[in-house]
C-alpha cells in the first residue's frame, strides 16, 4: 500500500506515525493513564560504552522477536524501561508488552429449518420437549429464527405477543448447554489452591501430611533459590548455563520470557508425578504444556530436591532410640537398625550388560534394588545407593556397608532377614539377630521356631516401611527408560517423605 512501508532497518512507518519494534504503540501516542509514548533509538557509536549498550539492547530485543532485522534507526517505545522513562545508560527491560491478537470467531450459520405442523397449540411449558432443529412454526406466522447468541437461544415470532412483535421469548433452560459451534472449551490448570483447605486431598494428591507441610516446604525450597533454578536442557548446555547464571544473585532478575507455571505449580507437577506416577503427556495436559516443559521441569526439581531432602533421613543416637521404643522391642534394646532390601521395577534396557545387571530372579523381571534400613519405631535412617536387581543381599552390604557401619557403636545390633549372611563383613563389636536357616531334610526344632518367632514380631516394622514407600506410586509402576537416570533421587526423596508421617510402632 502507498501510505505503508517497511524499511531495510525494520521500522515501520505507516500513515506518517513510526512504531515500535516490539509493540504497536507509535510516537505521540498518549495512553489510558496518560503516558505519552516516546520512541528511543538503538544506541549507536564507537565507543566502549555505546557498543556495550547496543549489544545488551540487541540481546534484550532478540528475546522476544528473534527474526527480526535490527539497524541503529529501529527504535522501542519507553513503556519498555523502567518507570516508563528511557534515560542515559538505561536498557529496555519490559519487553512483553504487545496486545495480544484478539481471536474473531465465525458467526453461526443460519439455518432454514422444514416445516412442522400441528404447532398452533404448543405454549412455552411445551418447549422442554421440542429440539432446536426440529423448531419452527408456520410460514403464515412469518417466524424467524435468531442465531445462538451466548448461552441463550431467541425465537422471535409476529404472533407470540399482539401488542409488541418484537418480543422475545427464551427457550428452556435446557438450552445452556448447547454452545456454538465456534466456541472453544480449554481445560483449566490444576493448581494447588484446589487443595489449600483440605488435608486429606493434599495427602492423597502431594504425599505431604497437610497442605500446611507442603506449602512450608515449597517456601523453604524458595529460600534455597528455588525460584531461579536453571532448567535441565542437556549435559552441555546445562553446565554453559551454570558457568554463566549470574541471575542467581540475589535482587536479580532472571533473563528471558517468563515461565508459564508459576514455581509453586511446577513443585505440586513433581509432587503428582512421584505420588501417582503419572506420564509426561498426561501432565502436559493437565498444566497446559509442552511436553518437552513437562521433562525439563522434572528433571530439574527432582535433582534440586534430592540436594535439599537428604537431611529428612537422620542417624539417630541411642538415647533417641530407647527413648522411642515400641513395645516389640522390649526384649530387644540393642537393636540400632533394621535392614532389608526392596525392588523396584524397571522398562528394559537396550544394552546386553545393562539387561544382565537388573534382571531378577526373584522377580522374574528388570529391577533396580535399595537396601532400606529402619530405626524401631519406624523412621528411616539408612537407604543405599541403586543397584541392578542382579546384584545380592551381601554384595550390597559389602559395598554400601561404609555408609552405615562406622555409625554403629560397640553393643549395637542389627535385625535382617536371613538372605543376609553378612555376619563376617562385620565389626567384633555389632551384633546381627537374623532368623535361622531351615533345612529341606529336617523339621524346625523348638529353638529354632520361637528365635523365628522372636524376631519375625519386630522385623515387620520394616515390611510397614517398604509398603508405606511403595504408597508412592510411582514405584509401583514400571520406570521408563527416559527416567531411569533419577531412579536414585526419586527413591530417595519418597523414603524422606514417610519420616513425615507418624510412627509405624508406638
Known amino acids: 500500500m502507498a501510505d505503508r512501508k517497511e524499511n531495510k532497518d525494520s521500522t515501520i512507518v505507516k500513515g506518517g506515525k513510526r512504531y515500535c519494534l516490539l509493540c504497536s504503540n507509535y510516537g505521540g501516542k498518549i495512553c489510558e493513564d496518560g503516558t505519552v509514548i516516546k520512541l528511543h533509538c538503538i544506541p549507536s557509536g564507537d565507543s566502549t560504552d555505546q557498543k556495550s549498550r547496543r549489544s545488551l539492547w540487541i540481546q534484550k530485543i532478540k528475546l522476544v522477536r528473534p527474526d527480526s532485522p535490527i539497524s541503529s ?62 423448531l419452527s412454526l408456520k410460514e ?19 404472533e407470540v405477543n399482539a401488542n409488541d412483535n418484537a418480543t422475545q421469548t427464551p427457550l428452556n433452560d435446557n438450552s445452556k448447554c448447547m454452545k456454538s459451534s465456534a466456541s472453544q472449551t480449554f481445560v483449566p490448570i490444576f493448581k494447588p489452591e484446589a487443595i489449600e483447605n483440605d488435608d486429606e486431598k493434599t495427602r492423597y494428591y502431594t504425599g505431604y501430611p497437610n497442605y500446611a507441610t507442603f506449602l512450608l516446604f515449597f517456601t523453604t525450597f524458595c529460600k534455597y533459590g528455588a525460584e531461579k533454578l536453571t532448567y535441565w536442557e542437556g549435559g552441555k548446555r546445562t553446565t554453559l548455563h551454570a558457568e554463566n547464571r549470574k541471575y542467581s544473585h540475589p535482587n536479580t532478575e532472571k533473563p528471558g520470557k517468563k515461565r508459564s507455571l508459576r514455581p509453586v505449580d511446577e513443585f505440586f507437577m513433581v509432587c503428582l508425578k512421584l505420588r501417582h506416577g503419572l506420564r509426561q503427556e498426561f501432565l502436559a495436559d493437565l498444566f497446559c504444556v509442552s511436553v518437552m516443559t513437562v521433562s525439563r521441569t522434572i528433571n530439574t526439581w527432582i535433582n534440586f530436591m534430592f540436594d535439599h531432602m537428604q537431611s529428612l533421613i537422620p542417624w539417630p543416637s541411642r538415647e533417641q532410640i530407647l527413648s522411642n521404643l515400641p513395645k516389640h522391642f522390649t526384649e530387644m534394646t540393642q537393636v540400632r537398625i533394621v535392614i532389608d532390601a526392596t525392588e523396584f521395577f524397571c522398562e528394559k534396557p537396550g544394552n546386553l550388560e545393562a539387561q544382565f545387571l537388573t534382571w531378577s530372579e526373584y522377580k522374574h523381571h528388570n529391577t533396580f534394588k535399595v537396601l532400606i534400613g529402619v530405626a524401631p519405631n519406624g523412621l528411616v535412617t539408612f537407604v543405599s545407593r541403586i543397584w541392578g536387581g542382579h546384584a545380592s543381599d551381601r554384595h550390597i552390604v559389602q559395598k554400601d556397608g561404609d555408609l552405615f557401619l562406622p555409625k554403629l557403636e560397640p553393643g549395637d545390633v542389627i535385625l535382617a532377614d536371613k538372605g543376609f549372611t553378612v555376619g563376617d563383613l562385620l565389626p567384633a563389636h555389632i551384633g546381627l539377630n537374623m532368623p535361622p536357616f531351615v533345612s529341606s531334610s529336617c523339621q524346625m526344632s523348638v529353638q529354632e521356631f520361637f528365635k523365628t518367632q522372636q524376631i519375625a514380631a519386630p522385623r515387620i516394622v520394616v515390611e510397614m516401611k517398604m509398603e508405606q514407600i511403595k504408597n508412592f506410586k510411582i514405584l509401583q509402576s514400571v520406570l521408563p527408560i527416559n527416567e531411569v537416570h533419577l531412579a536414585e533421587q526419586i527413591i530417595m526423596i519418597c523414603c524422606a517423605m514417610t519420616n513425615l508421617y507418624e510412627p509405624l510402632l508406638k
Request: charged letters at 20%; aromatic letters at 2%; one cysteine or more.
Open 73 to 134: 534507526n529501529s527504535r522501542l517505545c519507553n513503556l519498555h524501561f523502567e518507570n516508563n522513562i528511557c534515560k542515559q545508560g538505561s536498557i529496555p527491560t519490559k519487553l512483553n508488552l504487545a496486545t495480544p491478537r484478539k481471536i474473531v470467531l465465525p458467526r453461526r450459520p443460519l439455518v432454514r429449518h422444514s416445516e412442522v405442523e400441528n404447532t398452533e397449540n404448543i405454549t412455552c411449558e411445551d418447549t422442554s420437549c421440542i429440539s432446536i432443529s426440529s
Open 140 to 158: 403464515s406466522k412469518e417466524t424467524q429464527t435468531d442465531h445462538i447468541a451466548g448461552e441463550t437461544v431467541y425465537v422471535q415470532t409476529s
